[in-house]
């Protein structure tokens, strides 16, 4: 069967591995291969040209051609104007579920069947289900609950910090996820999850790395493959998650997020069901750590090569006077604010957003059938030097005088999908980093290698070592290794 392409530009499959080949390149550096594609191509460009299937939007039966196996190509999308268009207009363009290519196409095997439910929420409904699922869970994320969960993140963080010990080297990266896990199994699930939360949290983290292992592009479920563990955690997760939700329901509601969604009523009296709630829960809880880690273990990396940033912004710090930030003071911390923007700019934490045309479309003056994926480099947009002069360099004054459009800077994605726990994740990250620095100031040791690790999200790969000086120690620049060199400048 012939399947239409994309018209965008793009290579030839690979001789020998054909567009599995290509594909395979794209999952080892999917920042640097887009780059080079853009370079080549323009800004729409197909990782291919051939038939190749990486994501799936999930159930979707009213659109057959969305169903082919085989997937009718991928492309790679740069600029604002782009972003504008495929974000806003999500009855043509669909968000997909979180499992992508493992997503089932036809009936499901006994196996795969908890891949229907497990971590899809939010990213596995589309048109009117959307907006209906997106109003059932407004309420938890209403900004006065993020407020009432201040104290829980403060208490947290005193407790993550209090065995830290100047001198030390540490894996932040480490420390960041045990963190925000905490925060997130307390919000979500309540005080009485902890333990259990914490060890659903690591499978999330073990199912996320799992889904991007190259030997995913041969799913076969056999001992001891990456797909048949994949589909082994992937049932241990929907059975926890499940029974967390079944022993909640018998216990009550309380103060926390999970209690709220089952609580959660439509206009028309509707709730939602067991099969929605284990996929709202699983992509909230795993959004709500591994996002807010990654953009805290970067920001602690650019803040150890910039000591005058670190010294200004403890200037800016001093006036708390030692104690954390309450909700009302993080208004009054522009510099705070200017840095972590700067971060996520530089280095944003999910640097590629996903969507599949519903529909047969033009974008950029290119036909795209329907069933064809997009992929929105995120990157790359906040690297262009038309929006962000000296785009490379880590610079957070850049914010007193710039206001680009939501498509320019989007982080957190734009549009009405825009990421449901933004402000969630913005204040956990501002207070954490208000709490740490007033203790230490991190400097990479010498001899260090930094490399990230792209899929879903970008993070440091095997964690990131900081040596935690004392407040108001300058960090010493040491030279260091690692691919992240190619994605900013860097002093040393």
């Known amino acids: 069967m012939n399947v239409e ?12 591995l054909g567009v599995r080949g290509n594909a395979l390149v794209w999952m080892r550096d999917p920042i640097g291969y887009a780059g080079r594609l853009f370079a080549r191509y323009g800004n729409v460009a197909s990782l291919v040209r051939g038939p190749l299937r990486i994501v799936h939007p999930g159930p979707t039966p009213h659109v057959p051609s969305l169903r082919h196996a085989r997937g009718a190509g991928v492309v790679l999308v740069n600029g604002a104007d782009l972003n504008r268009e495929v974000l806003t207009d999500h009855e043509r363009y ?56 201040r104290d829980d993140m403060v208490r947290i963080t005193e407790g993550v ?17 045990e963190l925000t896990l905490r925060v ?25 790395e799992c889904m991007i292992s190259p030997g995913m592009l041969v799913p ?31 216990r009550g509601e309380g103060a926390d997020m999970l209690s709220m969604l089952l609580a959660a009523r439509d206009e028309d ?18 959004a709500g750590h591994e996002t807010s880690t990654n953009a805290l273990a970067w920001t602690l990396l650019l803040l150890s090569q910039h000591p005058s940033v670190l010294r200004d912004l403890d200037d800016e710090l001093a006036t708390l006077r030692g104690g954390p930030p309450a909700v009302e003071d993080l208004a009054r911390l522009p510099l705070l604010d200017a840095v972590v923007k700067e971060s996520m700019r530089l280095l944003p934490p999910v640097p590629i957003h996903p969507r599949v045309v519903a ?16 992929f929105l480099s995120i990157f790359h947009m906040h690297h262009d030097p038309k929006v962000f002069a000296d785009p490379e360099a880590f610079s957070p004054r850049r914010w007193e005088t710039i206001k680009p459009s939501v498509y320019e800077y989007n982080p957190f994605s734009a549009g009405p999908r825009m990421c449901i726990g933004a ?60 691919n992240v060199r190619k994605l900013a400048r860097w002093p040393s």
């Open 94 to 149: 669909f968000m997909v579920a979180l499992p992508g290519r493992m997503f089932p196409l036809g009936e499901p095997t006994e196996r795969q069947r908890p891949l229907v439910r497990t971590m899809t929420g939010l990213f596995h409904v589309n048109g009117p289900e959307h907006r209906k699922h997106r109003r059932l869970l407004m309420p938890a994320f209403h900004k006065t609950r993020i407020d009432a969960y």
């Open 161 to 177: 910090l209090a065995p830290w010990r100047a001198g030390e080297t540490r894996d932040v990266h480490a420390d960041m996820t």
């Open 5 to 16: 392409l994309p018209t965008a530009p793009g290579p030839r499959p690979m001789f020998g």
């Open 359 to 374: 529909e047969d479309s033009e974008l950029g003056g290119h036909r795209f059938p329907a069933g064809s994926e997009i």
């Open 423 to 482: 402000s969630f994740a913005t204040m956990e990250i501002k207070i954490v980093l208000a709490m740490l620095l007033a203790r230490f100031w991190p400097e990479l040791p010498r001899g260090a290698r930094v490399d990230p690790r792209v899929a879903i999200t970008m993070a440091p790969r095997g964690g990131l070592r900081l040596t935690l000086r004392p407040r108001g120690t300058p960090p010493r620049l040491h030279r260091f290794e690692g």
């Open 269 to 286: 009296g509707s709730a939602l069901d067991e099969d929605e709630l284990v996929g709202h829960t699983g992509v909230i809880f795993a």
């Open 184 to 208: 997130a199994t307390k919000t979500l699930f309540g005080e009485e999850e902890g333990a259990r939360g914490a060890d659903l949290a690591r499978k999330m983290q073990r199912w996320l």
């Open 220 to 250: 076969l479920d056999r001992r001891p493959l990456p797909y048949w563990r994949f589909l082994n955690l992937t049932r241990e997760i929907d059975e926890q998650t499940a029974a967390i939700l079944r022993d909640r329901r018998r």
